[in-house]
């Protein structure tokens, strides 16, 4: 748990994977989408990473229908996230790859973790993404007749429609720089 | 004064006792389990909420019926019928003191056990006709329950039968008097005990709920009655509680008797004697009901056969040896 | 489920052993949406032979509110509100690791007081939670008296909340660089402010006495009692391999024997300084799933009572702008939820709300081991190995 | 002789006051209650969803034997209740009698236990 | 006596008439229904005959174990709500009366032949009577009840047990 053992396992991951970057106290790693499902297994049977935590999308794309857009341009793309960890220790692991808007289908993790049956699902209904693979690929919480992927970004939402975006933004005072704060109760 | 006067007498009273014990048992339950759970129950119907009862009773009889498309219909409709005419005829056989009874039969408890064997008809096509698969489960978990049951609440009435060497339900308090001791003490514990345990299967109060079991099968063999139907199957429940407990007292702890009172009396005590064993009784059972979870279906099925069946059949032996050999 | 044999292997059978058998078919059974014990709308559509089942899936969404989507058009301190309502149950407890996810990437040093607060808030958000699960468990198994003392056990616990926060379920009481002022403490530009409200430490010194007097009854009460025990022990094994695949975490983990507790772990919050034992399970069975979360409750109010004694003195908020942007950047914060880990990952590309905000939330996972669970379980197991799991639809549906 | 068909007859009327209760309840109700079915109030109740699969499926075979086991059983205690009442008389001569009676169906009740009939799983 | 008599009468009659509709309701539980009609109705009869522990057995043991026992084998076999289409088979009738026909002639016969002309006249059977009879008189027979019990249980349960006969086979 302390400082030397974080960095040690940080290291040993960076040594493995030649992409990989702490930001925020979080590990990631970036790997080709041909050895996504190999990645798992190294990490699991290497790095004892045995803990299945998540997997999710990010739709990247400088067309925003609503919300803040990146500021930089972006190469339209999917990212796949998923997220490792252990059951010792705080360790973690995210890894990402990256995959085509055009056909967006990559190998499925449900014969590394089953555990990736939900969020693949789940994937795939919001982002339309195709899990290769995957035992039974259907939606998971939309009704089976709902069409579109509402975690797109050009997905729109009806609401801000109606009152756009950023819409009224509140704004609470803050307390004065030098307020002193009562112990308990007056 | 002729048979068909008192008979008409008799009824009448039994019509208007029955549901009034019912009443008194549900407000015992509500304000018990209250009490158990540390809030105030019912207390703004009436005096204090002990109208409250009847006022249930009340809103149930101006319920809508909903009657399901898909079920059975005149099997649905009279399903509640097979229950609490089972249950209200088992008033025959209480007694309140050796004259006032409805009738004291030869074979009363034998009575007892055959009419109360009924009800599980009711249950079964209740739970079939309502062509839900809920009621069916829960139907079939009745019917498997209640003949489970059964058994060990005839044989352990067996051994006060031995002991008493009548079935008639007179006959037996009346021989507790003479023994001086009430069958629970002279021999028929473990009987007792059986008894009871049978008779809150019988009646499937918790822990052995799981027919009706509403967090797994909403509400069992009755998840599709509603309104009036659904209030007698409700009544009929406590009017079994108050019978079974009744018949308890009287096997088991000396019905309308309590030592040291003057026998020539009976008739004005003995009623307030049998309620209140009856209550006490109920009471018990009340508060196993308020502190206990329900057991699983196979566990419950594996309590009978293995525990208490065999447990009585032995508890027969034994008596029938002190009996023969004393 | 008929069986398919295997012709190479199949003995030769004589009379005796062709035997009827009287096999019946499987009936779909559907339990919930609206059924008493899914905890909400929680459905599972159920093939079963008699009582017994033979396969479970769950269908998900009747409460699916699309909070990763409502994320990416909120502002931070909108997000907040949301986040509130995804486990209701333990509100508070939300909002921890979004907040200091978002003070991670804002590189906000928050102050030692407002962290103390926001402790001790969030494990009374821990106690009354498993005050919830501890009335509602013995309730799917069929003992009704439970969750009457849990209520009212826990309406002390949330007077307490709501007294600091003005809210009981959601409380929305953090803000990016330390917490609101006391509910009613009047505007916050006043010079002196009120931050905890007028007796709260003694008031909690007694809650938690209570607490502990409650946890007592239950193990008493609950796990004292034969038929909990018969109905709980050796039902419902979850292997810590299994549970470790499918990212099953918090009690539920703990329970098949793995001593993971984020509040060891990490350090989203300052429980380093405090002395108090991760409770773990042997088997994994419901007995096991319950006794953890209840001693649980007796660690968090040992948890809050010394926090309530080194309370620290200062600010409760840390300087940030009026308008809060948090700057470009990824990161993944967690923390250790009643229900188990929850965390947000957090996509910021400068703007005014997240880019995009994936929410990891406990139950989520914990329920999509339910299939594997009850494969070959009976019906009655069935409830009581959903109670155990202690879900809430809104963190499963988000 | 009399006394016994007065028996009988009281039993007869306890019975019918049994279903002139049922009838009564329900003709009250019909008096009182509205009667307004839509047809999701008629439908059958499953959870909030339609019904999957018409008409019946099949129950637990189990239950069976339970009944099986519960009419050998019955049939048992019907010919202990004359001999309970009777021991008296009977003396060792009906207790021997009985007990093999007993011990014999005991036996079925342990090949039952035995066989596993009565497991669940 | 004229009273019981016509009672007698009617109650033949709705015996009859339930015992019809047993067989000619093509609905499997409300035949189970009317055979409990019929059931009853013969108690009723037996306890006109002063056999009131024999009218109790009747119930106890035929309504409330045996028909139960039918409607959980009715449940097992699939018994679907309503009419089923599959018990009304036209080319058995007439083999079914003509075999039912000849058990009612051949019970008639032999009823007639035993009873003809005997009147009884029953004071009524006590129980303790009975108990008495059936274990000095019938011993024999009720000793070889219950091996009839125990092998009506074991063949029950072989019919109906539900694991592998194969395992059995494996163990010998």
Redesign the interface.
């Known amino acids: 748990m302390n400082q030397s053992d974080q960095n040690e396992f940080v290291n040993s991951i960076q040594s493995k994977f030649q992409n990989s970057s702490v930001e925020f106290d979080t590990l990631k790693i970036e790997v080709d989408s041909q050895s996504w499902v190999d990645t798992h297994k190294t990490l699991k049977a290497e790095f004892d990473l045995k803990f299945f935590n998540w997997l999710s999308a990010v739709d990247w794309d400088n067309d925003v229908k609503i919300g803040d857009a990146p500021k930089e341009p972006v190469t339209p793309s999917f990212e796949i996230i998923s997220c490792l960890s252990k059951t010792n220790s705080d360790d973690l692991v995210i890894s990402s790859t990256k995959i085509s808007k055009e056909d967006p289908q990559i190998d499925s993790l449900v014969e590394v973790f089953g555990g990736a049956n939900w969020h693949e699902r789940e994937a795939y209904e919001m982002f339309g993404i195709n899990f290769l693979n995957h035992p039974n690929l259907k939606k998971l919480y939309l009704p089976d007749a709902y069409e579109g992927n509402p975690l797109l970004k050009s997905f729109e939402l009806i609401s801000r429609e109606v009152k756009p975006w950023p819409g009224e933004v509140d704004v609470e005072g803050m307390p004065e720089d030098n307020i002193v704060v009562s112990e308990e109760g007056s | 004064m002729s ?1 068909s006067t008192e ?1 008409l007498i ?2 009448l009273v ?2 208007a006792t ?2 009034v014990m019912a009443l008194g048992l549900t407000l015992l339950e509500v304000k018990g ?1 209250a009490w ?4 105030p129950g019912p207390l703004h119907v009436g005096l204090r909420g002990f109208i409250f009862p009847l006022a249930t009773a009340a809103k ?13 219909e ?2 649905f409709k009279w399903a ?2 097979w229950v ?6 088992l ?2 056989i209480i007694p309140l003191s050796p004259t006032l009874i ?2 004291d ?3 009363g408890v ?2 007892l ?3 109360s ?2 009800s ?2 009711g249950v ?2 209740a739970g ?7 009621s ?2 829960g139907g ?1 978990r009745a ?2 329950q209640l ?2 049951y ?2 060990p609440l ?2 352990s009435v ?1 051994g006060v ?2 002991q008493a ?3 008639s339900t007179v006959g037996i308090v009346e021989k507790q008097i003479e023994f001086g001791f009430p069958f629970v003490i002279a021999g028929q514990g473990i009987a007792f005990i059986i008894f009871m345990i049978a008779a809150t299967a019988e009646m499937m109060r ?2 052995f ?2 027919p009706i ?4 099968l ?1 509400m069992g063999f009755f ?2 009655y509603s ?3 659904f ?2 199957f409700y009544i009929s429940e406590y009017i079994n509680l108050f019978v079974m407990c009744a018949i308890a007292s009287t096997l088991f702890l000396g019905g309308y008797h309590v030592p040291l009172l003057p026998t020539e009396w009976v008739n004005f005590y003995g009623p307030l004697v049998l309620i209140g064993k009856t209550f006490l009784l109920a009471f018990i059972l009340i508060a196993i ?11 419950l ?2 309590l009978a ?2 525990v208490l ?2 447990l009585s ?1 032995l508890n ?2 034994a008596t ?2 002190m ?2 050999v004393f | 489920m008929a069986q398919t044999m295997d012709p190479n292997n199949m003995p030769i059978l004589s009379e005796a052993s062709v035997s009827v058998e009287i096999e019946t078919e499987d009936m779909t059974l559907n339990i919930g949406p609206q059924h008493p014990s899914t905890h909400g709308v929680l459905r599972l559509v159920a093939k079963i032979n008699g009582e017994k089942i033979s396969s479970v899936e769950p269908v998900l969404g009747y409460m699916h509110r699309g909070y990763e989507k409502l994320a990416e058009v909120r502002t931070y301190p909108q997000v907040t509100t949301l986040v509130n309502r995804i486990d209701w149950v333990s509100g508070f407890a939300n909002e921890i690791p979004f907040i200091a996810g978002a003070e991670k990437l804002m590189e906000i040093e928050v102050p030692e007081r407002a962290q103390y607060i926001r402790l001790i808030l969030t494990e009374m958000a821990r106690i009354s939670s498993h005050f919830v699960f501890n009335g509602a468990f013995p309730l799917e198994i069929g003992a009704l008296t439970p969750i009457f003392l849990a209520m009212e056990d826990r309406e002390r616990v949330l007077d307490l909340l709501e007294s600091v926060t003005g809210g009981r379920f959601h409380p929305n009481f953090n803000r990016i660089g330390g917490v609101k002022p006391a509910a009613g403490a009047g505007p916050t530009t006043k010079k002196d402010i009120q931050d905890l409200p007028a007796g709260f430490y003694h008031d909690t010194k007694v809650a938690m006495q209570k607490v502990l007097e409650a946890v007592d009854r239950f193990e008493d009460l609950i796990g004292g009692n034969e038929v909990f025990q018969i109905r709980t022990k050796n039902v419902g094994v979850l292997p810590k391999e299994v549970a470790e695949e499918y990212g099953v975490s918090g009690p539920i983990l703990r329970a098949s024997g793995v001593e993971f507790d984020l509040r060891k772990q990490s350090n989203y919050l300052p429980y380093d300084k405090f002395d108090f034992e991760i409770p773990i399970g042997e088997n994994g069975d419901c007995f096991d799933r319950w006794s953890v979360r209840t001693s649980e409750m007796r660690e968090s109010a040992k948890i809050i009572l010394q926090a309530i004694e080194d309370m620290p003195s200062g600010p409760i908020q840390a300087k940030v702008p009026k308008v809060i942007k948090v700057p470009k950047g990824q990161t993944y914060v967690r923390a250790e939820n009643p229900k188990g880990e929850m965390g947000y990952y957090i996509i910021s590309e400068g703007g005014l709300g997240p880019y995009r905000l994936k929410i990891r939330t406990a139950s989520f996972s914990n329920i999509s081991i339910l299939p594997i669970m009850l494969e070959g379980a009976l019906l009655p197991d069935l409830i009581a190995i959903m109670g155990s799991l202690d879900f809430v639809l809104g963190d499963v549906d988000r | 002789m009399i006394s016994y068909f007065q028996d009988y007859v009281t039993v007869g009327a306890m019975i019918g006051l049994g279903l002139v209760l049922f009838l009564v309840f329900i003709s009250v109700s019909a008096l009182l209650s509205p009667k307004k079915p839509t047809p999701e109030k008629v439908k059958t109740y499953e959870c909030g969803v339609d019904p999957v699969g018409g008409g019946w499926s099949q129950t637990y075979v189990r239950y069976y034997i339970f009944g099986l086991l519960f009419v050998i059983f019955d049939v048992e205690a019907v010919f202990i209740f004359p001999w309970a009442l009777n021991l008296e008389n009977l003396g060792y001569f009906g207790l021997v009698e009985m007990f093999i009676f007993i011990f014999i169906l005991l036996l079925g009740l342990i090949y039952a236990i035995r066989k596993d009939v009565l497991k669940w799983e | 006596m004229e009273a019981i008599d016509i009672f007698s009468y009617f109650l033949l009659l709705l015996l009859l008439l339930s015992g019809v509709k047993v067989v000619t309701t093509s609905n499997v539980i409300h035949a189970a229904i009317f055979l409990v009609f019929t059931l009853a109705t013969t108690a009723v009869l037996f306890i006109l005959l002063s056999a009131e522990f024999v009218a109790l057995v009747l119930i106890l043991v035929y309504i409330g174990a045996v028909i139960v026992l039918f409607l959980f084998g009715v449940m097992i076999t699939r018994a679907p709500l309503g009419p089923n289409a599959e018990l009304d088979n036209d080319q058995n009738k007439l083999m079914a009366a003509v075999i039912s026909l000849s058990i009612f002639g051949i019970f008639t016969y032999i009823l007639l032949q035993t009873f003809d002309s005997t009147v009884v006249i029953s004071e009524g059977t006590s129980t303790k009577l009975l108990g008495e009879i059936l274990l000095s008189r019938f011993v024999f027979p009720f000793e070889l009840v219950s091996f009839v019990l125990l092998g009506a249980l074991i063949g029950g349960i072989t019919l109906a047990r539900k694991d592998n006969a194969l395992m059995d086979e494996d163990q010998i």
């Open positions: 048979f008979l008799k009824v039994v019509l029955a549901p389990s158990m759970q540390r809030r149930y009889l101006q319920k809508e019926t909903i009657i399901p498309n898909d079920v059975d005149p099997v509640p019928a609490i005419a089972a249950v209200v005829g008033f025959t409805v009738r039969l030869e074979l034998f009575f056990l055959a009419i064997s009924i599980t008809i079964l096509t079939w006709s309502s062509a839900n698969k809920f069916l489960m079939l019917a498997g003949i489970a059964e058994l005839i044989l067996v039968v031995i060497e009548t079935m918790t822990p709920d799981m079991g509403e967090s797994e909403t998840t599709e309104g009036i139907r209030l007698i009901r308020w502190s206990f979870p329900r057991f699983r279906e196979d566990q099925q594996t056969w293995k069946i065999p059949l027969i032996m029938a040896i009996k023969v």
